[in-house]
């Protein structure tokens, strides 16, 4: 009996701490939002691809901007090649106190659209202040400029920099799809003579181009000058699916410019000048980050631009470092689009974005049978730390623009709708291939589940040397 009754409190402590082991993972990989702003709207039930969708649920047109004053001294002075150096550009609004990049239509809440302007702001304003911004918003064809109070979300954290990466949401039309603002200024006073002019992009309007479109993760910096490495880059994660590629130029080398202005001649790749002005330090830490004034030069803010800017643009984004990789691993699965087919049947979720858990391949370890004239990373380092880690470290991920509301480096920061969640991929479908040098010590095996997109490469990289000599 005695035995009988501790075999059984065994059994309960060992369920009790499964269950609790559950839920805290469960917690920790779903990774939900800690709120949710906006209702989704009734979008995926209507019939219709992408904007054909919103336009059968939009309520009826009825005033430019909800609760907005006027600022009938400021008159809409901006003409169409003034709007178009708006574009793409960082502007003070407030020196080293508040920056902004982008402004984007999101038209996913039913009642109306919102403006989201994606930007930096001091910290210690933000914490202590709790500052008030205003969008100015200029139509076209209205003379008449409509103010309204933002509110200020923040994205991402990294430790603790001087910066914060923010959104700055307001509201427009009730309607999306008729007349958003052509431009919007940032200003602390509802009518002050603004200071800066954002084209406000209006991406979802044309549909759908792509099925994957991949944006770079983290900046384009000097540092990086080894072009081999970027047309592999290129090229096997075209193999993998991605028809379009953002990057995000910091301080590009030139030795990189005839391979990124090829790919952007064929319109396969977008250069976005990332001139955020603030004097940044490259050379002060040993990863180049100088993250005391921002974490990594923004990062999370060109994350977030990429997501507005593909949002019904893009079917799915995929988010990658130059030496990373997100590589299939069964042997009939050959790109991402297979790769998430097999995912799916393992996800007890709605999938909003599919992580790819990191695993270290040790570029220090050289196999000699894959040495070539190319000696592509993929090839030439088969060896593989055998821990992977823990979806959220060091993870990345590919996601469905529509159902996020924040991305973040390693996981989807926060859903649209509560209703979609992250599906981490099985390892033995899928898993990230990240190439560096590692010579701490743990087991290790060779993978060599990269090596099957070799001769295409190899094809591909000639083409691509012969067309750029
Ligand atoms: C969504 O739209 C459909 C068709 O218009 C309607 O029948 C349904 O009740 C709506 N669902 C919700 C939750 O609003
Ligand atoms: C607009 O300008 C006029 C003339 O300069 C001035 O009288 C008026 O007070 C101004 N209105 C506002 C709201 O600033
Ligand atoms: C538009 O702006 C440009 C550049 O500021 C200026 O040269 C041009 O005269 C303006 N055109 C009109 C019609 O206002
Ligand atoms: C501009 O605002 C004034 C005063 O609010 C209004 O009378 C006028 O109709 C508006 N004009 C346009 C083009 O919206
Ligand atoms: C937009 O308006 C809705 C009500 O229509 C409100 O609930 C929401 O908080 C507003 N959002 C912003 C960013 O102002
Ligand atoms: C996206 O994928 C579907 C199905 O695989 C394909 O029919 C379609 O042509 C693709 N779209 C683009 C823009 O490549
Ligand atoms: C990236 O930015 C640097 C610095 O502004 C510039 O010299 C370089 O040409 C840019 N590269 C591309 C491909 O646009
Ligand atoms: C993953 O899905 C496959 C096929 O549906 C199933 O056989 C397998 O047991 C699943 N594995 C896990 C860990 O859920
Ligand atoms: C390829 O790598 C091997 C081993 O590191 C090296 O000996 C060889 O010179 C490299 N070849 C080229 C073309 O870079
Ligand atoms: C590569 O490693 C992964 C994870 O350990 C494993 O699931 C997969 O089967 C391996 N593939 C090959 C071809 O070695
Ligand atoms: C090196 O690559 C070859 C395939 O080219 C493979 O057969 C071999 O197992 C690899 N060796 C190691 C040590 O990873």
Same mark, same amino acid.
């Given at each position: 009996?005695?035995?009988?009754?501790?075999?059984?409190?065994?059994?309960?402590?060992?369920? =009790? !701490?499964? @269950?609790?082991? $559950? +839920?805290?993972?469960? *917690?920790?990989?779903?990774?939900? %939002?800690? #709120?949710?702003?906006?209702?989704?709207?009734?979008?995926?039930?209507?019939?219709?691809?992408?904007?054909?969708?919103?336009?059968?649920?939009?309520?009826?047109?009825?005033?430019?901007?909800?609760?907005?004053?006027?600022?009938?001294?400021?008159?809409?002075?901006?003409?169409?090649?003034?709007?178009?150096?708006?574009?793409?550009?960082?502007?003070?609004?407030?020196?080293?106190?508040?920056?902004?990049?982008?402004?984007?239509?999101?038209?996913?809440?039913?009642?109306?659209? =919102? !403006?989201? @302007?994606?930007? $930096? +702001?001091?910290?210690? *304003?933000?914490?202590?202040?709790? %500052?008030? #911004?205003?969008?100015?918003?200029?139509?076209?064809?209205?003379?008449?400029?409509?103010?309204?109070?933002?509110?200020?979300?923040?994205?991402?954290?990294?430790?603790?920099?001087?910066?914060?990466?923010?959104?700055?949401?307001?509201?427009?039309?009730?309607?999306?799809?008729?007349?958003?603002?052509?431009?919007?200024?940032?200003?602390?006073?509802?009518?002050?003579?603004?200071?800066?002019?954002?084209?406000?992009?209006?991406?979802?309007?044309?549909?759908?181009?792509?099925?994957?479109?991949?944006?770079?993760?983290?900046?384009?910096?000097?540092?990086?000058?080894?072009?081999?490495?970027?047309?592999?880059?290129?090229?096997?994660?075209?193999?993998?699916?991605?028809?379009?590629?953002?990057?995000?130029?910091?301080?590009?080398?030139?030795?990189?410019?005839?391979?990124?202005?090829?790919?952007?001649?064929?319109?396969?790749?977008?250069?976005?000048?990332?001139?955020?002005?603030?004097?940044?330090?490259?050379?002060?830490?040993?990863?180049?980050?100088?993250?005391?004034?921002?974490?990594?030069?923004?990062?999370?803010?060109?994350?977030?631009?990429?997501?507005?800017?593909?949002?019904?643009?893009?079917?799915?984004?995929?988010?990658?470092?130059?030496?990373?990789?997100?590589?299939?691993?069964?042997?009939?699965?050959?790109?991402?689009?297979?790769?998430?087919?097999?995912?799916?049947?393992?996800?007890?979720?709605?999938?909003?974005?599919?992580?790819?858990?990191?695993?270290?391949?040790?570029?220090?370890?050289?196999?000699?049978?894959?040495?070539?004239?190319?000696?592509?990373?993929?090839?030439?380092?088969?060896?593989?730390?055998?821990?992977?880690?823990?979806?959220?470290?060091?993870?990345?991920?590919?996601?469905?623009?529509?159902?996020?509301?924040?991305?973040?480096?390693?996981?989807?920061?926060?859903?649209?709708?509560?209703?979609?969640?992250?599906?981490?991929?099985?390892?033995?479908?899928?898993?990230?291939?990240?190439?560096?040098?590692?010579?701490?010590?743990?087991?290790?095996?060779?993978?060599?589940?990269?090596?099957?997109?070799?001769?295409?490469?190899?094809?591909?990289?000639?083409?691509?040397?012969?067309?750029?000599?």
């Amino acid at each position: 009996m005695a035995v009988f009754l501790r075999a059984l409190t065994l059994l309960t402590l060992t369920a =009790i !701490i499964t @269950i609790s082991w $559950i +839920i805290v993972t469960k *917690q920790r990989y779903n990774l939900l %939002p800690k #709120y949710v702003y906006y209702q989704m709207s009734n979008m995926t039930t209507t019939k219709g691809t992408g904007s054909n969708r919103i336009i059968e649920t939009a309520q009826p047109f009825t005033s430019f901007v909800q609760d907005a004053e006027t600022c009938p001294n400021l008159s809409n002075v901006y003409n169409v090649s003034e709007i178009y150096l708006a574009f793409d550009n960082w502007h003070t609004v407030i020196d080293d106190l508040l920056y902004v990049y982008s402004a984007h239509v999101d038209p996913r809440h039913k009642d109306n659209s =919102i !403006i989201r @302007i994606i930007g $930096i +702001i001091s910290r210690h *304003q933000l914490e202590t202040t709790s %500052p008030v #911004y205003y969008c100015q918003m200029y139509f076209d064809g209205s003379e008449n400029v409509s103010v309204i109070e933002s509110v200020i979300y923040t994205i991402g954290e990294h430790r603790k920099p001087k910066f914060r990466m923010i959104e700055l949401a307001c509201n427009v039309s009730r309607d999306p799809w008729s007349l958003p603002p052509m431009l919007v200024s940032i200003t602390t006073q509802t009518c002050a003579e603004p200071n800066n002019h954002l084209a406000v992009r209006q991406s979802y309007k044309n549909g759908f181009k792509t099925n994957f479109t991949l944006c770079l993760d983290g900046v384009l910096k000097h540092g990086t000058t080894k072009s081999s490495l970027i047309v592999e880059w290129i090229e096997l994660n075209m193999l993998l699916g991605a028809e379009h590629i953002f990057v995000y130029n910091l301080s590009g080398s030139a030795l990189l410019d005839p391979y990124l202005n090829y790919y952007e001649r064929k319109g396969q790749l977008t250069i976005l000048p990332w001139n955020i002005p603030i004097q940044f330090n490259e050379d002060l830490d040993e990863f180049g980050h100088d993250f005391h004034l921002v974490w990594n030069y923004a990062q999370t803010t060109a994350q977030n631009d990429c997501l507005y800017r593909n949002l019904f643009v893009a079917r799915h984004l995929a988010y990658l470092d130059f030496d990373e990789f997100i590589i299939p691993q069964e042997v009939d699965v050959w790109n991402w689009n297979d790769m998430m087919e097999h995912a799916k049947h393992n996800c007890t979720n709605r999938p909003g974005s599919y992580v790819a858990r990191n695993a270290f391949f040790l570029t220090n370890e050289i196999n000699d049978s894959n040495v070539d004239e190319f000696n592509l990373t993929t090839a030439l380092h088969t060896t593989m730390n055998d821990r992977l880690k823990k979806p959220g470290f060091r993870s990345k991920h590919i996601l469905i623009p529509e159902h996020v509301r924040h991305v973040n480096i390693h996981y989807v920061e926060e859903y649209y709708d509560k209703s979609y969640s992250t599906c981490v991929v099985l390892p033995s479908v899928g898993h990230l291939h990240h190439y560096r040098e590692f010579t701490k010590k743990g087991s290790k095996h060779t993978n060599l589940s990269a090596l099957k997109y070799k001769p295409y490469l190899i094809r591909q990289i000639h083409h691509v040397y012969d067309e750029i000599k």
